[in-house]
């Protein structure tokens, strides 16, 4: 089927957007100027773009440490993405959570998550609040290969199978959970696993925008007309470290240059427009120049905004007490 | 008004909050019991100890839901469904199984909101059965409202009567919060007069069940019983006693249990849970702090021993608290010299 043009567009500016958040994110955290743990989704923005270009805004996704690439794909406001990070008041989590805890509920994005293996039974419980209320929503679990091992994850396929879910458990698999490799970690396959729990597996290759929105449709009609929940198997490579400052002695010296060369989904997706005359390059040119002035702005007034107050410390722990 | 158990009491308050609100759904294991059977009979148990029987049979399938045997899943779901728009309930079991989803409860539901810079409510309610005396063993017996009461973001209710559980799930399954809502296993035949109109008790307001003038007992869950029956014994021996009810460890009453100590000037906490840590470490935290210049004996804390609840009944009897064990205490507490207070 056809993708709109203005799907296509409005897919390249937010995998443009990722690739110019997390780069600057890279260059800024060396800096020292940002606090904590930032874990960074270049290389893999085809998968998150490319399952919610299939998503309304209605629809639930559940993320994982990696989350940055979720967010924006889902509609969080980048300017508030940023600020959060820089730990600022002006935050969407109003400098509470930080890079691991981006949520914005209003956008469908039940968070980032700390916890390997944590979104996965949210996601159950979403997809069940989508199911009872009867709004026609569907509930994405992005977790990785790492978290495919967790016994949450697990219960979840099982549970979603048992309770008939729409949901859509999509395995973002970068071959690393942490330093370890997925090929000692991950015993069996993930196809197999899916099978296990009697859902239908698809899997497709996570540089590629227009494989992975493919497959992602199909994955996401399967959950959304009731048919269950559905395994969507997505093959990835990351540029960075599992975290900032990583010095993945673990890899292979020429693993990542070579991911970059002939993997990155933003140089195929050109191509691909190009060749198929589906957009003009001047458009996808124009669309990085306004990437760029926006990471510029969200950087600058990050850094200007205010931090958070003495009072903020004890605000929403609880909605009552 | 009719008598009424702590099993029906909480049966008519989830059905009193299903029939109001469409968006209350309760999951767990067994919560109907039978899916799947080779009987048919989709509610054969109602809850292992049958407090949710017949709700299936009124709300259908889509609002009760047997859930396999994997708390970190449906635990997990009820947060994803509470903080997307549903209201679950929650049954856990047995409190103990808290450690097959300690992290969707820990880490996922209390944090939500404060994480999510105040954007997130998370209005779940998890139910389980608490405590000893059942002969149930160390895995099946424990009393761990402590352990749920030490992480921010939970409120936890530990009632001690029919007329308290009802009045407290009502509030809580109400309450936009996740509350951890803990039913004493050994109380659900408890009979005593419940109201049949739905009605909420608030959380953090002490109840005292007796006002007396030497001793201030605070007892919690089912401990309150057997402080009224110590209380009774000791005022035929000419002690009198203020018996407290916390209702719940969070929020906690505090300004109640510091003017209690204020007008005995003694204190005696009963606790079932393990020793080290608990609420009557807290709350003679509290009152060190902050009624200190009132005290007239050193506070006396009626707990178990530190050791696994025994499965023996010997053994179990000697590790509860219970009525003799408080008597003890406040006669002991009587006895302490009385210090000047300026």
């Known amino acids: ?321 | 008004m009719s008598k009424k158990s702590f099993r029906q009491a909480i049966n008519e308050a989830l059905r009193q909050e299903m029939r109001r609100d469409p968006t209350v759904v309760l999951m767990g294991e067994d919560v109907a019991g039978g899916q799947g059977g080779s009987s048919g009979v989709k509610d054969a148990w109602g809850g292992v100890l049958g407090v949710t029987k017949g709700l299936l049979t009124e709300f259908g399938e889509n609002r009760v839901l047997d859930t396999p045997i994997s708390e970190a899943s449906y635990i997990g779901a009820a947060a994803g469904a509470a903080a997307t728009g549903l209201r679950p309930v929650a049954e856990l079991m047995f409190v103990d199984f808290v450690g097959c989803c300690l992290d969707q409860i820990m880490n996922q539901a209390a944090k939500f909101r404060y994480m999510f810079g105040g954007k997130a409510r998370t209005p779940l309610v998890i139910r389980a059965m608490y405590g000893a005396g059942f002969n149930a063993a160390a895995q099946h017996s424990q009393a761990l409202y402590p352990l749920f009461t030490h992480i921010p973001g939970l409120k936890v209710v530990v009632p001690s009567s029919p007329y308290e559980a009802k009045g407290l799930l009502i509030e809580a399954i109400r309450d936009d919060d996740p509350v951890i809502f803990l039913e004493n296993k050994v109380m659900y035949d408890d009979v005593e007069d419940v109201p049949d109109e739905a009605y909420t008790i608030p959380f953090g307001e002490a109840n005292l069940t007796r006002e007396g003038d030497d001793v201030t007992i605070v007892a919690i869950g089912r401990m309150v019983g057997m402080a009224n029956e110590a209380a009774d014994r000791l005022a035929k021996q000419g002690i009198s006693c203020t018996v407290l009810d916390p209702r719940t460890t969070f929020p906690l009453d505090e300004q109640t249990i510091l003017e209690c100590v204020e007008d005995t000037g003694r204190l005696v906490i009963v606790d079932e849970s393990s020793p080290r840590c608990n609420m009557a470490c807290d709350i003679s935290a509290l009152v060190a702090e902050q009624a200190f210049g009132a005290l007239k004996a050193p506070i006396r804390r009626v707990v178990p021993p530190h050791t696994p609840v025994p499965f023996s009944t010997p053994l179990e009897n000697l590790y509860m608290p219970n009525a003799d064990k408080i008597e003890a205490a406040v006669k002991a507490v009587m006895m302490q010299k009385t210090r000047e207070v300026a």
């Open chain 1, 1 to 321: 089927m056809q993708i709109s043009r203005e799907t296509l567009l409005r897919s390249y500016r937010a995998m443009r957007t990722i690739r110019a958040f997390e780069e600057r994110l890279h260059r800024e955290f060396a800096t020292g100027e940002i606090p904590g743990f930032v874990h960074l989704y270049c290389g893999e923005e085809a998968s998150a773009v490319g399952v919610c270009a299939n998503l309304t805004e209605q629809d639930t996704i559940a993320s994982t440490h990696r989350g940055h690439g979720h967010c924006i794909a889902k509609g969080v406001d980048v300017g508030g993405m940023m600020a959060e990070i820089y730990g600022r008041k002006t935050g969407v989590c109003r400098g509470k959570g930080g890079s691991m805890h981006i949520a914005d509920l209003s956008k469908g994005m039940l968070g980032a998550n700390g916890i390997v293996g944590g979104g996965p039974p949210l996601i159950c419980g979403a997809a069940l609040s989508h199911k009872v209320l009867k709004d026609n929503g569907v509930a994405v679990a992005f977790y990785g290969d790492g978290a495919s091992n967790e016994g949450t994850t697990l219960e979840s396929l099982n549970l979603a199978s048992v309770w008939h879910l729409p949901a859509v458990f999509v395995v973002e698999d970068n071959g690393y959970g942490e330093a370890t490799g997925s090929s000692y970690a991950c015993a069996g396959t993930q196809k197999d696993r899916a099978a296990g729990f009697g859902m239908p597996y698809m899997e497709c290759d996570g540089s590629d925008f227009f494989a992975v929105h493919d497959a992602a449709r199909d994955a996401i009609d399967h959950a959304r007309s009731g048919k269950g929940p559905v395994m969507l198997h997505v093959h990835l490579e990351r540029w960075y470290g599992h975290f900032e400052g990583d010095s993945m002695s673990y890899r292979a010296p020429n693993e990542v240059a070579d991911a970059k060369k002939n993997h990155d989904c933003l140089e195929s997706f050109r191509e691909r427009a190009g060749q198929d005359k589906l957009l003009e390059l001047s458009a996808l040119d124009e669309i990085d120049a306004a990437v760029a002035d926006e990471i510029e702005s969200a950087v600058e007034a990050a850094k200007q905004a205010p931090w958070p107050e003495e009072a903020d410390l004890m605000a929403d722990v609880y909605v009552k007490i």
